[in-house]
């Protein structure tokens, strides 16, 4: 595939299948700057505003070009795209499963901590200095414990939104296929 910094990107393949494949970057043969499949394409998040401009046009070989290979392409980039849509959705809703476990949980803990650095602070034949120390202890452990829900609920499902709000722009690139 060429850079993206054109209106068009032209990507070359044997058959129509490596579109969807990933592969390891061939220092002898590929540019540096090359994307080889739509998997590759999906990894730039940051492309996503500029999708809308692009289009994909994909070389295949003359001999396995037919006059259903476009339309192939295009329903296959969509499925392929509304796959990876439903599976960031599946990611999304296992996240905020989890998090909202752990956040009981940690919520859980985080009380019981208060209650003991209350129950610390009342130990009145505890030098002062060791209460203090302790009781702050326990207040931070159950801050501790419950930092991580929270940042799974708070910002975890970023990723998650940002791979399906991709997805869902490559699935809108206009594509051409032609032979070579």
Known sequence: ??????????????????????????????????????????????????LDTIRLHVLVPSDALTPQTEGQVRRALERYCSHAVTEARRKLAALRW?????????????????????????MLFVPDA?????????????????WQPLDTLVSGWWPHWEEERTFRAIGAVPVDVSGY
């Open 98 to 122: 989890v998090g909202l476990r752990t956040f009981a949980v940690g919520l859980a803990f985080f009380a019981l901590s208060l209650a003991a650095s209350a129950a610390v602070n009342k």
């Open 130 to 146: 060791l209460r203090t120390l302790a009781s702050e202890s326990l207040i931070v452990a159950g801050w501790v414990l419950l």
């Open 1 to 50: 595939m060429q850079s993206l910094r054109s209106r068009e990107v032209t990507v070359k393949v044997n058959d129509v299948r490596e579109l969807f494949a990933q592969r390891a970057f061939d220092p002898f043969a590929d540019e540096p700057e090359s994307l080889e499949s739509i998997a590759e394409m999906a990894r730039l998040p940051h492309l996503v505003a500029k």
